[in-house]
């Protein structure tokens, strides 16, 4: 008899009736997470730190359907984002899955960039990061030691920059690859004892309100881009759907700290 069960393959994508927590909902690439995750049949509780923009984003999802509610929240301070787990459990009883989607940047020279600054990227990408995974995993222990056949799934969006230096990125490159090693670090604390798998999903340049100018056919900045990417095209924040969902369900079950290229080719060139 072949060693695979049928229903399992049949649902092994499927994050139907899960409870995912996003972040950073409100940006370009977090709205788009949290409305798949909701078009997918996830229960979304979505943060970020404009309560207009998350209120607009609740109205539009429910309208379609999709169950979901928000907590203003920032997740670089502590207080605020241990209130936001006990909102989430408030409002579903448990959190299955995390999306980390927010960030922040602010390109400078390094000879021109105050140490405020700089610590200001890495408050927001990185320890931002410690703070929000901590106190979700204490909640997902909760959750495994309730009932050991619990599976959870942290999914961390980071960068190709956490890989490769760019010019006037201090800051985000080294936020971005001290995120990619804690997903490594974050694994082996909690994947084996508790089943959390932890990675992370490394995009370059995908299309949002900030990078809009770099999407010029006509720009030296595209142009140069294009050289790099094998696939032809830089990314549009649905490129990364697939990806989020696929690490979020029990397909992925043997994945763990891993920092997986979603690039359209970039590390290759």
């Not at 890989?163 to 670090?185: E, P």
Request: glycine share 8%; proline share 3%; aromatic share 10%.
């Amino acid at each position: 008899m072949v060693p695979i069960k049928k229903d399992f393959v049949e649902n092994m994508f499927s994050v139907k009736g899960k409870v995912a927590l996003v972040t950073g909902a409100t940006g370009a690439l977090g709205c788009v997470l949290a409305k798949a995750y909701g078009y997918a049949g996830a229960k979304v509780f979505m943060t970020g730190r404009n309560d207009a923009k998350l209120k607009a984003l609740e109205e539009e999802f429910k309208a379609e359907g999709i169950d979901c509610a928000y907590y203003v929240a920032d997740p670089a301070v502590e207080e605020q984002v241990d209130a936001l787990v006990k909102a989430c459990v408030a409002q579903y009883g448990c959190i299955d899955i995390l999306a980390v989607a927010h960030g922040y940047n602010k390109p400078q020279n390094v000879l021109e960039q105050s140490v405020a600054d700089w610590q200001k990227i890495m408050d927001a990408d990185c320890k931002s990061v410690d703070i929000v995974t901590k106190y979700v995993g204490h909640q997902m222990v909760a959750q495994y030691e309730a009932d050991n056949t619990k599976r959870s799934k942290m999914v961390i969006v980071t960068s190709q920059r956490s890989k490769r230096g760019m010019a006037g990125y201090t800051g985000y490159c080294t936020s971005k690859g001290g995120a990619d090693l804690m997903v490594s670090c974050l694994a082996c604390d909690l994947s084996a004892k508790y089943h959390i798998n932890v990675n992370s999903i490394c995009p370059t340049v995908f299309r949002s309100d900030l990078t809009e100018w770099m999407f010029d056919p006509e720009s030296a900045v595209y142009k140069n881009f294009l050289n790099r990417e094998p696939i032809g095209r830089l990314g549009e924040p649905d490129d990364f759907v697939g990806y989020s969902l696929f690490l979020s369900s029990d397909a992925s079950n043997f994945i763990t700290g891993s920092n997986c290229d979603c690039s359209g080719g970039y590390l290759t060139v």
